[in-house]
C-alpha cells in the first residue's frame, strides 16, 4: 500500500463512486461518452484527485479514485457531475429533448472506501463489469439502502472473498419481497 502525501499529512483516502444519467437513460456513446471522459479528467486534475480507474457505461460511471483529505468527497462528486451536466447540455444540444430539466446525471451517488474490500477486489471488479454482458435485473429489484450492501457484497462475491457474515448478509437482504421501490415526487 503506497500512502499519499500532503504538506503536513500522509494518506491513503480510496472511494469506489458509481453515479447515474438521470432515468438511466443510455446516452453515453460516441463522441459525447468521449467528451465526459474528458471533463471528468480535467475536473479530477483541478481538485487534486487522482483517479486509479474508471469505466463509462453508456448509462453510470464507476470510478475508483483517491481523495485528498482536505476535500470532502461530496464536494468532489458535485464538482464533477455539476461541470460535466453543464458542458455537456452546452456542446450536445440534441439532449434537450431527453433532459428538459437542464439536468444530465441523477441525484446522489453510491460510494464505498476500499476498508473492507480491498482494493484488488474493486479493480477487479471494474475490469470485470467493462467486459460483461448487461444481467436483466431490474433496477427497482431492491430498495436504496439495501443496494449499497448488496453492491459491496457482489464485488467480494465476484473475487471469490466473501466470508460467511458477507453470505449471511446478502441472503437476510435478498429477504421476503418488497415493494417496488418507486423515486420520492418532489413538488
Known amino acids: 500500500m503506497i500512502y499519499s502525501t500532503g504538506s503536513h499529512t500522509k494518506f491513503y483516502h480510496r472511494f469506489h463512486v458509481v ?4 432515468y438511466r437513460y443510455k446516452v453515453m456513446r460516441g463522441e459525447m461518452r468521449e467528451r ?40 468532489v462528486m458535485m464538482r464533477i457531475k455539476g461541470r460535466s451536466s453543464y458542458k455537456i447540455q452546452r456542446e450536445f444540444p440534441e439532449l434537450r429533448k431527453r433532459y428538459w430539466g437542464q439536468r444530465f446525471w441523477a441525484r446522489g451517488f453510491f460510494s464505498t472506501t476500499s476498508g473492507n474490500v480491498t482494493d484488488a477486489v474493486i479493480l477487479q471488479y471494474l475490469e470485470l463489469h467493462a467486459k460483461r454482458k448487461p ?22 462475491i465476484m473475487a471469490g472473498r466473501f466470508t460467511s457474515h458477507a453470505k449471511t448478509s446478502a441472503i437476510e437482504l435478498h429477504g421476503a419481497p418488497e415493494t417496488r421501490y418507486r423515486p420520492r415526487r418532489h413538488n
Open 36 to 75: 465526459i471522459r474528458e471533463i471528468i479528467i480535467q475536473t479530477c486534475q483541478e481538485l487534486g484527485v487522482h483517479i486509479e480507474k474508471g469505466v463509462l457505461s453508456t448509462d453510470h460511471v464507476h470510478m475508483f479514485i483517491s481523495v485528498p483529505p482536505q476535500i470532502a468527497l461530496s464536494k
Open 135 to 156: 444481467t436483466g435485473v431490474s433496477r427497482y429489484s431492491f430498495r436504496p439502502l439495501q443496494l449499497r450492501y448488496v453492491a459491496v457484497v457482489s464485488v467480494a
Open 19 to 22: 453515479w447515474t444519467t438521470k
